[in-house]
């Protein structure tokens, strides 16, 4: 059956085509986003919602969607999504922070022509029939500091920009390195240095515990007098309150805010302030833009409902469509060895290390770690996945850890998990082969060569004569078939395991029988998804 997506929200048709050109299902209501119990009503039937701002997803809509797995946001913000929500329930969030970039720097651009210039009041004053020409005493930009608090996608678009303009462009960005710096032809300054600098403050970061309120009385106290500050990344960043009484003063000279603490903005101090040039949080609004995000959250759930490739999710590693073929064996390798030592481990687990040998050093670990830790605990959590794993293992406080190392054994790459509880610590270990299916090359520190059945039964014992006539004769008399098996040893009688394949699930009293041998020191039934692809 097709995948079937929602469109809740007004995109372009253009979007809608894509995905019925990818084979997919789709349900376009534009208005049905503004109607939470009609939404909350038919959200059951489908696998994708597509959104852009009016939409919100709730919780409670989460809860309410049974099928739900991948939300698309058309553009940045995903303010409107309940991402925690969503992570527990294993529904990927993705987003397109990439398709109104442009459109937002050049609107922060002309935030500032705005401002030197006093564009909006001499508009104004001119179309009253005033002609007012030496009131609207301008600045030049060329030469001034532009300071850019933020310099990832849109703050660095905004600094070259600011570059061609021949202005100094300083920036402030704790992940700006300094040759990323060098090659936008920007000056890397901590935050003070910037405010004490810069003629123009343009921001260009996302509203986090450490960036609200990063432009308060005290930060403007540091600024030039007559400073003029952009916002068009978050309301929250700036302190309206103390911006007001810093254009009251005339320590700041302007403001150009596109953005507001509290949206829409019907109200709020800042406006009728001569200024200021006030704008509805239209950063992303232009047709090129409108256009450019639709398409990109059309394409971007299409590859991942169809082809399991994800891109530019909020609360999952991103697995390209090209990388997708060649991951997938892997994550499935993953998710199987998380599996094995699942259903072995009964105490809590305090420790994860995974370990990425080889050519999976080099593939994306994220994504295999995700997968990991989806088989690990879904013994005990069935609706598990890998968007909600990291979640949960999070939340039972066990520490992971991940090593890579070069090519060190006979295997062109290989996965090795270990995990420490408060009484012992159990290693696993597999690789693929050419056929792409995972296969067990150690267990207990002992090397095998092992396929993964869909029922197995996997015991440990010392090594000595019997085990197998033993087990044979256990399955035998309570009509278990044995359809293969692999045995391994670390040395002559030392540890020992043995690993049956089943047809069928290993009997809950023939498990008592073989527990009852003193030379049986563990027996476990194990089960593994290993269905067709």
Request: aromatic share 4%; net charge negative; glycine share 10%.
């Amino acid at each position: 059956m097709a995948p079937r997506v929602l469109v809740s929200d007004k995109l372009s048709t253009t979007a809608v085509q894509i995905f019925k050109d990818r084979g997919i299902d789709v349900d376009y209501l534009p208005d049905l986003g503004k109607d939470k119990e009609k939404l909350l009503e038919v959200i059951g039937q489908y696998d994708g919602l597509a959104i852009r701002s009016a939409t919100k997803v709730t919780e409670k809509l989460i809860n309410a969607a049974g099928k739900l797995k991948v939300v698309g946001r058309a553009g940045i913000g995903v303010d409107n999504v309940d991402i925690p929500a969503a992570s527990r329930r294993g529904i990927i969030v993705m987003n397109t922070p990439f398709g109104n970039s442009i459109t937002t720097a050049e609107h922060a651009v002309a935030m500032i022509f705005a401002l030197a210039r006093q564009i909006p009041e001499a508009n104004a004053s001119t179309h009253a029939g005033k002609w007012e020409k030496n009131r609207f005493m301008g600045v030049e930009i060329t030469s001034k500091t532009l300071g850019v608090i933020g310099c990832g996608n849109i703050g660095s678009i905004v600094a070259t920009r600011g570059v061609g303009l021949k202005m100094h462009v300083i920036a402030f960005d704790p992940f700006l390195s300094d040759s990323r710096a060098e090659e936008l032809g920007v000056q890397k300054v901590d935050l003070d240095e910037l405010f004490a600098r810069a003629d123009f403050i343009t921001l260009h970061t996302p509203l986090t515990d450490k960036t609200r309120n990063i432009i308060d009385a005290a930060a403007i106290a540091k600024m030039k007098d007559g400073v003029r500050i952009i916002n068009c990344a978050r309301g929250g960043l700036v302190v309206e309150a103390d911006l007001v009484a810093a254009l009251k003063s005339g320590k700041v000279g302007g403001a150009g805010v596109d953005v507001f603490e509290v949206e829409p903005a019907e109200q709020n101090q800042l406006f009728g302030m001569e200024n200021v040039v006030a704008t509805p949080h239209l950063g992303a609004s232009t047709t090129e833009a409108q256009e450019n995000v639709a398409l990109q959250v059309a394409e971007q759930m299409s590859d991942y409902l169809i082809k399991g490739a994800v891109s530019n999710a909020i609360n999952m590693p991103s697995i390209t469509a090209e990388e997708a073929p060649r991951l997938k064996p892997f994550v499935k390798l993953a998710e199987v060895l998380g599996a094995f030592v699942g259903q072995v481990t009964e105490d809590p687990i305090k420790e994860v290390e995974i370990l990425f040998d080889g050519s999976t050093a080099t593939m994306n670990t994220r994504a295999l770690i995700s997968a990991t830790l989806a088989g690990l605990i879904r013994p005990q959590v069935s609706d598990v996945n890998m968007v909600s794993a990291p979640i949960m293992v999070k939340e039972r406080g066990i520490i992971v850890a991940e090593v890579k190392r070069d090519k060190s054994g006979v295997f062109d790459g290989y996965i090795k998990l270990t995990v420490k509880t408060e009484h012992m610590t159990r290693s696993i270990a597999g690789t693929c082969f050419s056929d792409g299916k995972p296969r067990f090359i150690q267990i207990k520190g002992i090397n095998l060569d092992a396929e993964v059945g869909q029922h197995m039964l996997y015991t440990t014992n010392a090594d000595a004569p019997g085990i197998i006539g033993l087990l044979g004769t256990v399955c035998g008399e309570n009509g278990v078939n044995i359809a293969n098996f692999q045995l391994g040893r670390n040395r002559p009688g030392g540890d020992a395991i043995a690993l049956l394949y089943l047809d069928a699930p290993f009997p809950e009293k023939v498990l008592d029988q073989l527990r009852a041998h003193q030379s049986i020191d563990s027996a476990k039934p194990l089960h593994f998804d290993v269905g067709a692809e």
